[in-house]
Each structure stands twice: as C-alpha cells, then as structure tokens.
C-alpha cells in the first residue's frame, strides 16, 4: 500500500481551540472548546477529546505553537473519523481544508524544528 501522506507526522501536544461550523461560520457567541493534539502534521492532527465529534464535521481551529512568541495557527479541519481510546476519551481525526500556506509553512518549520530536538535528546 502507498504511503498518502505528504508531511511527517509528530507526536505532539499542543493546545487546541476549536469550535463546529454550523453552514458556513462557527457561532462567535459560543464559547471555543478546548483540547490537545496527540499527533500533527502539516495536512491535519489527530485531537484528545472526551467526545464523539462525527465525520464530516467542519472545525474553526486556532493551534498555539510551544514557540517563543505562542503562535497560534487559524485553519479549518473537517473530522475523517475517530477511535474510542477508553471511556471518556476518543482520537478526532482531522484533515486541514482551508489554511493559508504561511500558516502550513510555520507549522511544518515548527515541527520539524521539534523534529530535530526530539532526536538530540535521544541521541544524549
């Protein structure tokens, strides 16, 4: 089988504030849930949360970057499915569907920045 990915993936927790798109725009009066990756790459991540969020499902995502001015990455992801991890915890699958490629660019260079560091230490 073919590998499908073009980005590596990093396991990585990073914070998460999202909320669902209803039509065509997440309501603003509702508070942004909030969460933490367990794996991210430049297409998409893989979300830790206590709840089934179903396929297909459109997020508004703002991802805050572990870097020295606390990035926060603006996208859109729509869920492609999820794993029941045991009972009050489930894995959200989320490929990214609108984000601007300097948000990709800083992304994937932040990643493999941690990328580098995560070999460094392993290596001591």
């Not at 089988?1 to 998460?16: C, G, I, P, Y």
């Not at 949360?49 to 996208?75: A, F, P």
């Not at 569907?97 to 995560?118: A, C, H, M, Q, T």
């Amino acid at each position: 089988m073919q590998e499908r990915r073009k980005f590596f993936r990093l396991k990585k927790r990073l914070k998460v504030e999202f909320k669902i798109i209803i039509e065509k725009f997440a309501s603003t009066v509702v508070p942004p849930n909030i969460s933490y990756t367990d794996t991210i790459s430049g297409n998409g991540l893989v979300l830790l949360y206590s709840k089934i969020i179903d396929k297909g499902t459109k997020l508004e995502m703002s991802i805050e970057l572990q870097d020295e001015s606390k990035t926060k990455i603006e996208l859109a992801g729509e869920v492609i499915g999820y794993n029941k991890i045991d009972e009050n915890q489930y894995e959200i699958k989320i490929k990214f569907i609108d984000i601007d490629e300097k948000y990709r660019d800083k992304l994937v260079g932040y990643l493999l920045k941690e990328s580098v560091k995560n070999k460094k230490k392993k290596n001591e």
